[in-house]
């Protein structure tokens, strides 16, 4: 579990970084955000990959607000990947998703705040204003809910983190092992060959630490319902005439 380091003293926020892949919601929020904290030092990307290139390329922020719903990310993935890179930088989650379970993860892992996707201007501003303060923002309504103890001596949190180490096509055969197709089926769809298949399949499995692909589906299905985490759905094939 990650926590945040205490402060002395409110937070000075000198460089903000969002990450969202809506471009006009990204926008507006670059635009709240250096209104309410009157600097122009706020740098809007739209995915992980771009977010860690900023990173590699020198940006140090003093917040970060990541939206969980990104093209490269599965589940809470990106959150957990970003933490460890920037574990002593606040980050305030922003996400259509507000079921309870997901803010309690994301709340014991570290993060200072959640703000639902509809917030408006004036509760996006108290989140601010509590998480410079070195408080945490959570959502009205929200109940966190007493946990299961971890199953087989390995818990969701270490679930998710293997579940993120899978490259994006890993990723997607998982996501069809799970609904049940077999090795042909998954190769059509994903337009690759069988042997190339075998192959993620192989890779994936020694990622999970699972021999086979039964128990790699029990194992990213737990998770499923403990972490609300979700593998990527494949592109529909095109039907050709």
Do not use: W
């Not at 860690?52 to 990104?70: E, F, H, I, S």
């Not at 994301?106 to 501003?125: C, H, N, T, W």
């Amino acid at each position: 579990m990650l926590d945040m380091p205490k402060r002395d003293g409110p937070l000075k926020i000198r460089s903000i970084l969002v990450i969202d892949d809506h471009p006009l919601y990204c926008d507006a929020l670059s635009s709240t955000l250096s209104a309410l904290f009157h600097t122009s030092a706020v740098r809007s990307v739209l995915s992980l990959r771009e977010a860690m290139a900023a990173l590699d390329a020198g940006l140090q922020p003093d917040l970060v607000l990541l939206d969980l719903k990104l093209p490269d990310v599965v589940g809470l993935t990106g959150f957990y990947n970003l933490k460890e890179r920037l574990s002593d930088v606040p980050f305030l989650v922003i996400s259509a998703d507000v079921c309870d379970s997901t803010i309690q993860t994301l709340m014991e892992a570290g993060a200072a705040g959640f703000i639902p996707k509809d917030a408006s201007r004036s509760v996006i501003a108290t989140a601010l204003q509590r998480v410079q303060n070195g408080d945490k923002f959570l959502p009205a309504g929200y109940c966190p809910q007493k946990r299961a103890a971890p199953k087989d001596g390995v818990d969701a949190d270490e679930i998710a983190r293997r579940i993120g180490e899978l490259t994006p096509q890993q990723a997607r055969i998982m996501g069809l092992i799970c609904a049940g197709m077999p090795n042909k089926l998954i190769a059509y769809e994903l337009s690759l060959a069988e042997a190339t298949v075998k192959a993620h399949i192989t890779a994936l499995l020694r990622r999970l630490g699972v021999r086979n692909r039964t128990q790699a589906a029990v194992l990213v299905n737990s998770a499923s319902l403990e972490r609300n985490i979700r593998m990527p759905e494949a592109e529909p094939r095109a039907l050709t005439g």
